[in-house]
């Protein structure tokens, strides 16, 4: 809305009496009793009189001067005359036109009651009072129509003064100006608009001249180059250009007045010195000025790293690069995504109680080694809490928050400089834990939306990399399993083939168990169901197949195995044993234990022999420091273990085999023997009774005969 009465020109109610610049604008030349005076009467006490005396218009003023009658007349300005109350004296064809009432319903009306808006009166009124003192005036008023519109008017009053100075009239001249008051609201609204729009954009707007000086900046500008919005103005461009890019302004400029729009990307530096990526785009505008529309493109840069750096990693993960180096490169694009963190990866150990560090490019060493000292459980810190919960844990600070309330964890954690930590726990696609990723900071802090999605989406990562990880050790577990499979069966062949002596097959066919499973040694064990003990029937150590030691527990006292818990749920079970920790397992007996230490044993794996479905003994293999057993290595030895057994058995079939073609030799050549006995038995029996015959008949030639055919 325009301000009441606001004169055109600054002129005061003191220094304007008399002006001549005024009066010559607005009044015209009349005859009065004082030719230096403008519209000058003399005064007469009957004001009914006066008012009388000029009913023709202006008929006080001097009618003889024509020409001022036809300006009066003609002239496109309202011209209208005022007594000293506001009515009106006189008024010209062009004031009755656009104030809608008939002349003689305004000669004589007080114009504040009839045409004055009610806002404008009050000031009218002083205006008057500022007349009445001689004083001439220019300013803004408004009309009333008859049919209710509005008239807006410049205008410019002057008093008519008798010879003495008395106030006689005052004489004013108004300029309609509704057009252009339409035209200035329209355009205060575009501009209201304009403003509107540009305050409330998400992006940064500036109005720069050409010498780059900001004129106009939005709340989002101010926010942009972390100054006041109240500053914004003033300030030059080219402060939040890098000084090796401050002459890329003047580039830009030069295309811009070739009427193009021009639109790139910029580091924008703040007031503080931050950098921020922007995407700027400049056009001209009315005036020789230019506006520029800056947009943060933080995200969308940290979204186009973050997408390149996950295909970077899923490329690693499918081309087989060691887990390692991938969550170590995970990392460390987590770390350049948000400033400031500190990453890192752990991995739940195979004993479910402690957390082993994978990842933590930019963590001290003596940290990682306390986070793997500190067992998980409900207040373990970040990670072993996540990791115990299986859900998300947030620590805004790690010296007040009760989760690391483990004195010596809470004080190496301070010591390195941690303030927050935020730790998730690593989920397989079957919910079990596998491990947690954490973010350290150096402040006390909470996450925002856009840490838990990046928090969430490296997460993600770490399982699918893990899982992957996992998948082809274990597709390669199950091609050791099968090449060993294969490999003992080949061996067993090859042996068999040789047909060596029992306890060389044996002690070769162990070897090749404890070839295979690095093992220090295996030892084959027969269970003798006539007194129901332990017999050693092989032991191997490397390639020594002769291996007995005198003083092992079931070799110096064979019924000692029945105090073995482990051993007598093996016979009793047919299923593998596994022994972890040799020191601690409550399933071994104490002989056996203090034996095994004394021979640098600290794990072993007992696989059963089966014949038939029945267990007939076991394998015991024997191992130093070494990884927990993973299932593929336990069943790799059940694979060879069957393979040695079906070997053995083989064997003992080719041995069995022999044996019966030997005997069947033997059973052969006394058939034959006994045949052959047997007819010269028969003979000989003939020639004996022949000769028998011979002798009782006296034929002594003939006896002689058979006994020499009885002799051969």
């Not at 209201?192 to 989002?220: F, H, M, Q």
């Not at 110096?556 to 047919?574: T, V």
């Not at 079906?646 to 079939?653: C, S």
């Amino acid at each position: 809305m325009l301000r009441k009465w606001e004169p055109i020109t600054p002129l005061s109610r003191e220094g304007n009496k008399g002006d001549a610049t005024a009066s010559e604008r607005y009044s015209f030349p009349m005859r009065t009793s004082a030719p230096t005076q403008p519209f000058h009467t003399e005064p007469s006490s009957n004001s009914n009189s006066e008012i009388r005396n000029q009913q023709m218009p202006c008929s006080a003023a001097a009618a003889d001067e024509s020409a001022a009658k036809h300006l009066f007349k003609l002239s496109r300005d309202v011209i209208l005359s005022l007594d000293r109350i506001g009515k009106i004296l006189c008024i010209n064809h062009r004031g009755v036109e656009l104030s809608g009432y008939s002349e003689s319903e305004l000669r004589g009306a007080n114009i504040f009651e009839l045409l004055l808006v009610p806002e404008d009166r009050e000031f009218a009124r002083e205006m008057l009072a500022d007349l009445l003192k001689g004083e001439t005036r220019e300013y803004q008023v408004r009309w009333r129509t008859k049919d209710d519109g509005i008239v807006h008017f410049d205008g410019a009053s002057v008093p008519r003064l008798s010879e003495s100075g008395e106030f006689l009239s005052t004489l004013c001249t108004l300029r309609d100006i509704t057009e252009r008051k339409s035209a200035e609201e329209r355009l205060r609204k575009s501009e209201e608009k304009y403003r509107d729009l540009i305050e409330i954009s998400p992006d940064a707007i500036y109005v720069v001249d050409a010498d780059g000086i900001c004129l106009l900046g939005n709340r989002a500008g101010a926010e942009l180059a972390g100054i006041p919005q109240d500053q914004l103005v003033g300030t030059p461009v080219t402060d939040t250009y890098l000084p090796e890019e401050r002459h890329l302004f003047r580039e830009k400029l030069e295309k811009i007045r070739m009427g193009r729009i021009v639109r790139f990307e910029r580091k924008f530096v703040r007031k503080n010195g931050e950098i921020v990526p922007v995407e700027v785009s400049v056009s001209a505008i009315r005036g020789g000025y230019f506006q520029a529309v800056l947009r943060d493109i933080t995200k969308r840069k940290q979204g186009e790293a973050l997408l390149a750096g996950e295909k970077q990693l899923l490329e690693m993960v499918a081309t087989g690069v060691p887990l390692k180096e991938i969550l170590n490169a995970l990392c460390l694009i987590i770390q350049e995504q948000r400033s400031g963190t500190l990453a890192s990866v752990l991995l739940l150990n195979p004993d479910g109680v402690h957390l082993d560090s994978i990842a933590g490019p930019s963590l001290p060493s003596e940290w990682i080694q306390q986070m793997e000292k500190l067992p998980i459980g409900p207040c373990a810190g970040s990670c072993g809490t996540a990791a115990y919960r299986g859900t998300r844990v947030i620590v805004e600070n790690i010296a007040t928050d009760p989760l690391w309330d483990v004195p010596e964890h809470r004080a190496s954690a301070l010591k390195h400089g941690f303030q927050a930590s935020w730790s998730n726990p690593v989920l397989s696609s079957k919910g079990k834990v596998l491990g947690t990723f954490c973010m350290y900071y150096r402040q006390a802090r909470i996450p925002n939306s856009d840490d838990i999605e990046l928090l969430e989406l490296a997460t993600h990562v770490v399982r699918v990399a893990i899982e992957r990880d996992r998948a082809e050790e274990a597709l390669r577990a199950s091609e050791r399993v099968a090449r060993g499979q294969v490999e003992a069966l080949t061996y067993s062949l090859d042996v068999l083939a040789t047909a060596p002596a029992p306890d060389k097959f044996l002690g070769e066919m162990l070897s090749t168990i404890g070839r295979m499973l690095g093992a220090q040694s295996v030892i084959l064990w027969l269970l003798n169901d006539s007194n129901d003990s332990l017999v050693l029937r092989a032991w191997a150590e490397g390639t020594n197949f002769a291996k007995a030691d005198p003083e092992h527990p079931f070799i110096k006292n064979p019924p000692s195995w029945k105090e073995d818990p482990a051993l007598r749920e093996l016979l009793f079970s047919g299923a593998p044993v596994a022994c972890e920790d040799v020191e601690n397992d409550p399933y071994t007996s104490i002989e056996l234990r203090q034996y095994l230490k004394s021979r640098g044993t600290k794990k072993f794996l007992r696989i059963p022999t089966l014949v038939g479905g029945r267990v007939k003994g076991f394998i015991g293999i024997r191992h130093g420091d070494r990884p927990p057993y993973r299932p593929e290595e336990i069943e790799l030895a059940q694979a060879l273990a069957h393979q040695a057994m079906l070997a053995i058995q083989l064997n003992e079939f080719a041995e069995q085999s022999r044996q019966a073609a030997v005997l069947e030799e033997r059973n052969r050549l006394a058939r034959d023997i006994h045949d052959t006995l047997a007819q010269g038995f028969t003979g000989v029996i003939v020639q004996l009774e022949a000769l028998e015959d011979a002798i009782a008949c006296c034929r002594r030639k003939e006896a002689n005969q058979h006994l020499r055919s009885a002799g051969e």
